[in-house]
């Protein structure tokens, strides 16, 4: 009973509240009626003087206020007509919110006031603001609301009371739907609008008649699913003709009443419930939905709106094929191809000639449509039936559908995406390995792959290369994105179809019926590619478009390679197969050519990353140099440097720059692993790297830096320039780590040799001293001051490491671990050959004006100083002890004359 009340006095609140405001609107009216005569008539309204009082005044205040709010006097009188709908209050909104215009004739008198009336009215107008929100919006709203739980409240009174029987009941809940419906139409029809700025969100028809269809679609419902005075075909029938009479309704009365009747039809069928569901009934009933909602959606370009209705027909559609114990493929494929055909001919129609770009609702058919597709094709129980076909013709639609409709672009990346997906699920675990993916060696693939399955895979690589390269050629000139798009997915799909029927069906080492389909792929993608760029605006300029279809093109190359061919023979002509597109520079001058070329390098990389033996360990011949390792890294790198060389000479980009680092560094590999295949007796194995092989790698890096230098003399470059740099800062730090510490004979006790020159120590030590001084030499005026330096003094320690271990080798023999003690003799000996060593390196830093070396100098004859004082006298006893500090005298008194002589020299060329 109280909530009865309570609705009833909301009822009475909201019409009284109403009356009031008509009665102000009709006032207003008046006023501007008044106000719109004068300036027509043009009649100059005189000032009122300063400080002026009149009894009049607070009467003609609201007049004064309305002049803001006034239309333009050339505006015509408004359309009664078009006011009835809610989108007319907003049109009319700026008009009435506008100040003057030119044409009033009021605007000097105006200026003649002083501000601080119009200050003092922001108040006032900052309440009347809140007054209306609270007359005109939010009474509307909470009006509507009270009514539609009012009818409820007085339903249930009547339950609780016992006053009418249930049939009664909801005669009465009904009469009052329809009464509010009807309501809601006799005021739009006798001309009701919101004359209110920011009130257009408040219509009450439309607020009336979401209540109506609220309280209607609460009555059948619980006719049907509460008292069953119903059936489930008659419930159903109801419920949806509510639904889509207030999508219909929603032309008049706004998009809040179209999404109210969207939910309620699309609840409908969960709401009714039957022994016997009809798949058909279902289906015949959401493409009606559909339909009806995209012919209004389309009138009112409301995108949320189809949307919604889209995203609610797939989701049904997936419900079904997941719930339901036997599924009607037939049904299933109506619901999709009925959902495409909704898009494309009610949706799209006639939107393609005016909007540029895609339309965004079209997301929501194409994921599902798609999902629908996967499932039929990659669930078992459908895959099974051989409903993979069902599938397919999914596929087929939406790319068909986006062919027709350019705008609906998300289609093709739907069909593409659920194309891959299918087919990569066909790809035994096994074959891409067990081990990598973690799964057992009897793991079944997540698809069913037999001979419908690759007959379908040929049919849609066939329907994507065709539609995208046409799609392709047709937007080129005017939608670069549009044509990219398509040129993608027509060279995406086939080939991951191709590579997922090779690893499935074909063998996987060596398969000359997968070669020739892959070969053929390179070709069409190529003469695609052509294609397109002559549709192109200007010709041949090679877009997005051209570019995915050459690398498409490139790809399918790798593959037939791979698939024709042997690991070795893949390496080497994949490596060849860099010199195509750079020849291809030379006629033309597309952008993605010289990328293609890099592409071959990384494939290369990656090939010797994952195999550097080439062809495997087992099948790698002994036989130093001559062997599959000399063609396997060195044709690359002829290959590389040729194109590096080509690309220079046309589009001379960072491409080239990469080629020039690729045939680099592949040189540098290609002598490498000649020398550790020697080194190791003809084994490339993971084994220890020896000192005498670590030795040979420096001597190939400081050779490698030389080499770039004078190429990048001949033919500069930022990559040969500061690759030489990279190759001489990595070969200092192999000498610290590896000759100074790790691999040094003191710590590991290696043997020497048994020769007493050429052994190990000159090897790894006096040959690189050498390579790096000399290098040293030749860059000085050539590469940055430090790195001179660097290497000058990188031949130095090298030098010393070498006399001083060649020493130690004439006191200990082959073996010279550092456990094996010292003798005096050979203590003695260290300090003066550190002392002549200093001395030679002072003359050559002089002769050479080389203020390292003679840095150098310094601070190893202030190490034999030290020794000398430090551990000499303490170690050495006799004739040998006075005899280090003599030489130690006599070293030091001639290099002061030494320094002397130079400074006097010095001073007399002043």
Known sequence: MFFSLIAIAAVIALFVIISRQQTRIGLIERELGALRSLVLSGVPQPTPKTGEATEGAPAEAPVAAVTFAAPPATEAAPDEAAATTPDAPRAEAPAQAGGGTPSEPAEPAQSAQPAAPAEAAAPAMAARDVETALGTRWAVWVGGVALALGGLFLIRYTIEAGIFGPGVRLAMAGILGLVLVGGAEFIRRTGFRVPVQGAAGAYIPSILTAAGAFILFGTVYAAHGIYGFIGPALAFTLLGAIGVAAIAASLVHGLALAGIGLVGAMVTPALVASQAPNPWALFVYLAIVLAA???????????????????????????????????????????????????????????????????????????????????????????????????????????????????????VFAAGLATVLIYLGIIPPATIGADALDVGLGAEPLATSDTLTFRIGVALGVIFIAAGFWAARRFAAAAHVRAASWAAWGVIAPLVV???????????????????????????????????????????????????????????????????????????????????????????SYPVLGWLAVGAAVAVLVR???????????????????????????????????????????????????????????????????????????????????????????????????????????????????????????????????????LNPLVTDESTGTIPFFNLLFLAYLLPAVAAGALALYVRDKRPRWYAAMLALVASLLAFAYATLSVRRLFKGEFIGLWSGLGQLETYTYSALWLVIGVALLTAGVWLRSQVLRIASAVLIAVAVLKVFLFDMSELEGVLRALSFIGLGAVLIGIGLFYQRLLTRAARER
Do not use: C
């Open 608 to 742: 010797v990353a994952f195999d550097p033996t080439i062809v495997g360990a087992a099948a790698l011949s002994r036989t130093p140099v001559f062997n599959w390792l000399l063609p396997g890294y060195g044709v690359p790198a002829l290959a590389f440097g040729f194109a590096a060389w080509q690309l220079a000479r046309t589009t001379n980009g960072r491409p080239r720059l990469a080629m020039e680092a690729a045939s680099a560094l592949f040189a540098l590999l290609a002598v490498a692993m000649l020398v550790r295949h020697a080194m190791h007796g003809g084994v490339i194995d993971t084994g220890p790297v020896t000192l005498a092989e670590q030795a040979i790698y420096t001597l190939i890096a400081l050779g490698a830096g030389a080499i770039l230098v004078a190429i990048d003399l001949r033919s500069p470059s930022s990559v040969l320039r500061y690759g030489s740099m990279a190759a001489g800062v990595i070969s200092a730090g192999l000498i610290v780590i590896q000759h100074f510490a790790v």
């Open 293 to 411: 909602t995209a012919a209004i959606a389309r009138i009112r370009d409301w995108k949320a709106l189809v949307a919604a209705a889209f995203a609610g027909t797939g989701i049904w559609t997936i419900l079904y094929m997941t719930d339901a114990p036997e599924v009607n493929l037939a049904a299933v494929l109506f619901i999709s191809l009925a959902t495409l055909a909704v898009l494309t001919f009610v949706w799209l129609s006639r939107r393609d000639e005016v909007e540029p770009g895609f339309d965004w609702p079209s997301i929501a058919p194409g994921f599902f449509v798609a999902l629908t597709a996967l499932g039929l094709s990659v669930d078992p129980v459908f895959a099974k039936a051989g409903d993979a076909l069902h599938g397919a013709v999914l596929l087929a639609a939406l790319v068909a559908a986006a062919l027709y409709r350019p705008r609906a672009l998300p289609l």
């Open 498 to 588: 191709l590579t997922a029927l090779w690893l499935t069906f074909g063998d996987i080492d060596h398969d000359l019926g997968y070669a020739l389909p892959a070969l053929l792929l390179a070709l069409l993608f190529s003469a695609g590619g052509e294609w397109i760029a002559r549709g192109e605006e200007p010709p041949l300029s090679g877009g997005p478009a051209v570019s995915f279809a050459l690398a498409g093109a490139g790809v399918s190359g790798l593959l037939m390679l791979h698939m024709a061919f042997g690991s070795g023979w893949t390496t080497v002509l994949l490596g060849a197969a860099a010199v195509v597109p750079a020849l291809a520079t030379r006629w033309r």
